[in-house]
């Protein structure tokens, strides 16, 4: 089988090379090739004198269309191509119409295939990755090419002869290039119809977060095995060949993966059992931070300094978790001070009431309480009691502002509050007198 796969190999190169050599020894193909490079060199100089005119002229419009900014910017950067394609138009025209000697075979086919890389490189501008914009353009570009060329055939059986088989299978760089092809619209397909999904599954106020989430996922998840599954199907490929690696993927699974479907298996049972959802305002460990986003392997939460942390679904399951929104939203706050023992308690308490009720960010509806705690050292020490409804927005900064509220109050009430202070008394020994006397 290998022998007869070189000897079709060998066939095919050598009459693929007999063409070419027959082909560029004709006189007439010697001509349009002559053509092609003068319409090329023609073009280049044209775009090179005439696209700075035209962007200065762009750039001087005022208010204009985005969209049509970035068409104009892509064709200015393919300036020559577009020039080169006018004038070989122009060029097979006039030689239809002089009967040029010979097919002018070499020309239409050098403007067809540079006006279908025109073509494809500006559809490409839709694909927002440009790695893989590229990689289309250069694709697809080479079917049309191998279309155009009339050597399609040629191609995909000089593809297909090279490769070896695999038990019934027969792996080959024409297999390979039709998988990576049709999986790939299969897969972009599958993504692309889940995430439609997901966005109408979020807009669905009857269903929770977690809930929401879930279904996004699972849709997400089966969209892609279907996709891959249809896609191995269309090539030809059995798929029960597949029960075969079941083996290893386990054993990889034991070993390799622990952790990775520890977390997947984590965050599809926090997403069951709604512990946590976006939007919820957590602690865990020294992050607080509220949860922007439930990932398949993580969590985002993100802090109020800005930071976003990926937490492992597995940290939310196996540590302690403080969640200051489960239930609601309600967060109880306790602010410690003392005052001077000069005070009246009972108006340091009313004070503190009325002054951490008059903050913003207190919740009205549950009055702050304010109790004596204890007979300090040097003061009367008190803590004050109020509630929060929105955790998110911080902690610190509002025991902060009650702290310089109740400052402010206690100032104009002449409530002093105390400082710690000590005397110390020297007493001089009763030798060093004597001997200063003596």
Known sequence: MRGIAIETLIEHLSGLGLR?????????????????????????????????????????????????????????????LVLFVALGSVALLLMRELAWPGADFVVRTAVLLALAWLVIRLLSQLVHSRSIGKLLTVGIWTYVALQILGISDEAAALLGSIGFSVGNLRLSPLLLIKGFVLLGVLLW?????????????????????????????????????????????????????LAVFSGAIGVGLGFGLQKVVSNFISGIIILMDRSIKPGDTITLGDTFGWIRELRA?????????????LIPNEDFITHEVINWSFTDSLVRLDVEFG???????????????????????????????????????????????????????????????????????????GIGIPYPHREVIMKTPIEVVDKAED
């Open 20 to 80: 070419l050599m027959e082909f560029f020894s004709s006189t007439a193909t010697l001509l349009q090739l002559a053509v092609v490079a003068t319409l090329l060199l023609v073009a280049r100089l044209a775009a090179w004198r005439l696209e700075p005119r035209i962007e200065a002229r762009v750039r001087a419009i005022e208010q204009p269309n985005h969209k049509l900014l970035r068409l104009i910017s892509v064709l200015l950067r393919r300036l020559d």
């Open 189 to 241: 397909l599958a993504i692309a119809v889940g995430n439609f999904i997901d966005r109408q599954l979020q807009s669905l106020a009857d269903l929770t977060p977690s809930l929401r989430v879930l279904i996004g996922k699972v849709v997400k998840i089966l969209m892609i095995v279907a996709a891959t599954l249809a896609g191995l199907s269309g090539l030809g490929i059995d798929l029960t060949v």
């Open 297 to 309: 392997r993580f969590v985002s939460v993100i802090t109020r300094d800005g930071r976003e942390y």
């Open 339 to 413: 005052v001077s023992y000069d005070a009246n308690p009972h108006e340091v308490s009313a004070i503190a009431i009325e002054t951490a009720a008059a903050c913003a960010r207190v919740y009205a509806r549950k009055k702050p309480v304010c109790w004596l705690t204890g007979f300090g050292d040097s003061s009367l020490d008190f803590v004050l009691r109020f509630w929060i409804e929105d955790p998110r927005e911080g902690l610190t900064n509002i025991r902060g502002v009650v702290l310089l509220a109740l400052w402010d109050a206690f100032r104009a009430h």
